[in-house]
């Protein structure tokens, strides 16, 4: 254990040279990666107008990119016991890079939409679990929180970039142009990561079963159902599933709620989700500079949710959600979109970094894998289940309204499991969990 810092005085950081480099390129990763996902969103009217569907039937067509996402998620993370992470995020960016191209083919209908979405959900499921085991080999357990909140502002900054670059080639190429652009960058991506990828030097050994029970490791430690089993983890796989939950809705059906239902045109719609985007980036940024802060002041206390976070911070954003859908006026919306309701990004970094705490290094992989895995379910329901609350309600506005009320449900509960349940540094000291690993 190290000793606290002294009173006043920054605590030198614990990572290696090249580890901010390697977390800029993940950074990249996670750009690629989200815009990937939001080309959909996006593209959306134009492709329901094009090919004659209605929300439920594009709403599962989102949700396709949701079948195996959660299968690969834990499937890849397990096999980071055997295989190098920098090998896994080559084969991964390669895979999602092709999964967008068929869509340029001038037929290409709903049945290659579905078909490329579950592939592309295949090898983007593992993305944020593994870049995050990789980012760990990196860094020591308390200067996790501020690079795990950069590699998260990817999310946001990949939407954000996204927006108004995918909004101006379907104006001028056309909606499947968005794909090939996506997928483009991609393979630009990977052709830089294979050349500058590399494993950090606290990252654990390869080789032997994938859940590290073998007889090859030394100190296997708590058994991953246990972690997993923790009221911790339990209460950060939920926070996830509604964060997930609310990140797909606004992805799916934010651009459509703000075009069909305020009469914003395209270019105001885009500009609009790319404020929503950048207002997550900021939030990740700030909360983890403040929990930087914290640590070097020996400000983070055993059994206290990580430093600058708070479950009310949960509850806020549901709060915000009925105002921004449901109560708010017109005016109000952008404001409340880009200001408190982007506040439940946080949850990302708690949970991520909270998870990484109760692990050992060697089931890291494996238990980030399983919690992303399971609380990206969310995902895979919202989109179909509010595309059915929409078409199903007498009228588009009063739709959305009862979607966006069960949205702030289920972030109102989360946000109080949280408040309730997340704490780390309790559950590791009571499975024997040491509070870093030995580079």
């Known amino acids: ?7 006043g005085r920054t605590a030198p950081a614990t990572h290696a040279p090249g580890a901010w480099p390697t977390a800029r390129l993940l950074l990249l990763f996670m750009v690629v990666n989200f815009a990937d996902k939001a080309v959909l969103g996006l593209a959306g009217p134009r492709i329901m107008d094009d090919l004659g569907l209605d929300r439920s039937r594009f709403g599962s067509a989102q949700a396709a990119f949701f079948a195996l996402f959660s299968l690969s998620a834990i499937g890849v993370s397990l096999l980071t016991r055997r295989i190098r992470t920098t090998v896994l995020l080559l084969a991964m960016a390669l895979a999602w890079s092709a999964a967008q191209l068929p869509m340029l083919w001038p037929t290409a209908g709903l049945g290659m939409l579905i078909a490329t979405r579950v592939l592309l959900g295949a090898a983007e499921g593992p993305a944020a679990p593994v870049a995050a085991h990789h980012l ?4 020591a357990q308390r200067d996790r929180t501020l690079p795990t909140a950069v590699l998260l502002v990817g999310a946001a900054a ?3 970039l996204a927006a108004p670059v995918l909004t101006w080639v379907i104006a001028v190429w056309g909606w499947r142009w968005a794909f090939g652009t996506v997928g483009l960058a991609g393979l630009a991506w990977a052709v830089v990561w294979a050349v500058r990828g590399r494993e950090g030097p606290l990252a ?6 994938a859940d590290g029970t073998g007889p090859d490791t030394a100190d296997p430690g708590p058994p991953l159902r246990r972690i997993l089993l923790t009221p911790s983890v339990l209460a950060a796989g939920f926070a996830c599933f509604a964060v997930y939950w609310q990140i797909s809705a606004q992805l799916t059906w934010v651009p459509d709620y703000l075009h069909t239902v305020l009469g914003w045109s395209a270019g105001a719609t885009s500009l609009a989700v790319a404020a929503g985007s ?3 980036a900021a939030v990740l940024l700030t909360h983890g500079l403040l929990a930087r802060a914290a640590t070097a002041r020996g400000g983070r206390r055993p059994g206290r949710l990580p430093a600058g976070s708070g479950a009310g911070l949960l509850m806020l954003a549901a709060a915000c959600a009925v105002g921004v859908f449901v109560a708010g006026p017109a005016w109000l919306k952008l404001p409340m979109m880009c200001g408190p309701m982007a506040l439940s990004a946080v949850m990302m970094t708690v949970g991520q970094t909270a998870c990484a705490r109760i692990a050992p290094a060697h089931r890291r992989g494996a238990a980030l894998g399983v919690v992303v895995g399971l609380s990206s379910v969310g995902g895979v329901v919202s989109p179909v289940v509010l595309g059915r609350i929409v078409d199903g309600a007498p009228a588009a506005a009063v739709g959305y309204e009862r979607a966006w009320l069960l949205t702030a449900a289920l972030l109102a509960l989360a ?3 949280a408040a309730l349940f997340l704490r780390p540094e309790r559950d590791a000291y009571r499975l024997g969990v040491p509070a870093e690993e030995a580079p």
């Open 1 to 7: 254990m190290r000793p606290a810092a002294q009173k």
């Open 136 to 139: 760990y080999g990196w860094f």
């Open 158 to 160: 990949g939407v954000a």
């Open 204 to 209: 654990p050994p390869v080789g032997g079963p």
């Open 278 to 280: 950048l207002a997550n």
């Open 415 to 417: 946000g109080l499991l």
